[in-house]
């Protein structure tokens, strides 16, 4: 009876989880295996397999590889970004600043705001005729720019993203700061070595581990960011900004293909899910022994 206790335990969390989690896959991916469409009854569904993965991956769907494609390079700019701002952010915090509490509530308020809520309140700022950066450009240089235009709609949906996840990589590498030894800086700094020796050759590869797993964080929220660029160019103009997520909700709700878009969703599901592996095996080998 006593190996059972640990499972009664573990019952009230783990089937919340089951119930929430495992069985919406479960069903999305039954889905994925229909033609099942919005304006047809459930009834009506035909089971095709692996038809609509076919589509996907053959590129019969045009803008499936152009959204996948997207997605990686939305992701890897904005996590490099996001990576040397939290690196600068947390550099400067580690150091003893005045107001220094201030400066940390004021760098995470960006966290505390709903995705939704942060792509409209950009696409405001971002305006044209009447948005405050426009303004500002107007005033400082005599120009005004089409942020949400063609040009510079995706670099807009970066300045975003990297606005509103930065504060997570900035606190994840300050909480390594806090962690590494005075000893071994000192011994450097009596030896003769500059700040920045110390910084690049002692600090740097001690927060590694940090920077990796943050590093990982940040693209699996870049590849599954949906509210911000919804709100903020709803993936246009045309497809410039239509990331993996915005793909699946555009062939499910304007096209109406749920069968298809569910395939795209579990591709996605399937990539967020080796990324969420990759950072726990690299936390673990991060972890002293």
């Not at 870049?222 to 909700?249: C, E, H, K, R, S």
């Amino acid at each position: 009876m006593k190996r059972f206790v640990p499972w009664l335990w573990l019952g009230p969390t783990a089937l919340p989880l089951l119930l929430l989690s495992a069985v919406p896959v479960a069903l999305l991916a039954y889905i994925s295996l229909t033609s099942f469409e919005i304006g047809y009854t459930w009834s009506e569904r035909e089971f095709v397999g692996l038809d609509n993965y076919r589509r996907l991956l053959s590129g019969r769907e045009v803008e499936f590889w152009p959204a996948v494609r997207l997605s990686l390079l939305v992701t890897v700019i904005s996590v490099v970004l996001k990576t040397l701002l939290g690196l600068g952010v947390a550099t400067l915090l580690s150091k003893k600043i005045r107001l220094e509490y201030i400066a940390t509530t004021l760098i995470i308020l960006p966290m505390a705001v709903n995705p939704a809520i942060a792509g409209l309140m950009w696409k405001l700022m971002l305006g044209y005729d009447f948005g405050i950066v426009n303004a500002a450009t107007e005033r400082l240089f005599g120009l005004k720019i089409v942020w949400l235009g063609q040009n510079y709609a995706l670099l807009s949906v970066l300045i975003v993203l990297v606005w509103m996840h930065f504060p997570l990589s900035a606190l994840m590498i300050l909480a390594g700061f806090r962690n590494i030894a005075p000893e071994p800086l000192e011994a450097a700094r009596l030896d003769g070595c500059s700040d920045r020796q110390v910084f690049w050759l002692i600090i740097v590869p001690q927060l590694r581990p940090v920077i990796l797993s943050s590093s990982i964080f940040q693209a699996i929220l870049a590849f599954q960011a949906f509210g911000p660029i919804f709100t903020l160019t709803d993936g246009g103009p045309g497809n410039a900004t239509t990331i993996l997520p915005l793909y699946v909700y555009k062939t499910a709700f304007t096209l109406g293909a749920i069968g298809l878009s569910a395939a795209a969703a579990v591709i996605l599901v399937l990539i967020i899910t080796a990324l969420s592996a990759l950072m726990v095996v690299t936390g673990r080998k991060g972890q002293p022994t």
